[in-house]
């Protein structure tokens, strides 16, 4: 389960998650800082990755085109760091069974 934080979460997040996503990117990571969700949505897509974003833009893609790649997304507010890393450590066998269920396409965490 490799994941791809949104750039409006922080670059942090991939190491601070490390333990549980190993080999999860930010989109800096990958030259995408300030890029259209389209195409964080085809590199997603061909990476295998799963989209991890607060943009209600990546809720409407995922409607949109379904899976893959798949999205989660965090239904937070302004909040810290720490507590955004929180919401997948809490809800980690959530997104174990969303990832091997082929059929779902969107996991909105709060």
């Known amino acids: 389960m490799k994941l791809l934080f949104d750039e409006n979460l922080s670059p942090k997040l991939p190491n601070r998650l490390i333990d549980l996503f190993p080999n999860s990117l930010h989109v800096r ?46 239904r937070l507010g302004n909040c810290s760091t720490c507590d955004v890393e929180q919401l997948p450590r809490r809800d980690f066998n959530a997104i174990k069974s969303f990832y091997e269920d082929q059929n779902l396409s969107l996991l909105a965490l709060s």
Do not use: E, R
């Open 29 to 74: 990571d990958v030259g995408m800082k300030a890029t259209i969700d389209p195409i964080v949505w085809d590199y997603a897509k061909d990476n295998d990755l799963m989209i991890v974003s607060k943009d209600a833009d990546m809720h409407d893609l995922s409607l949109l085109f379904g899976n893959p790649p798949k999205v989660i997304w965090l």
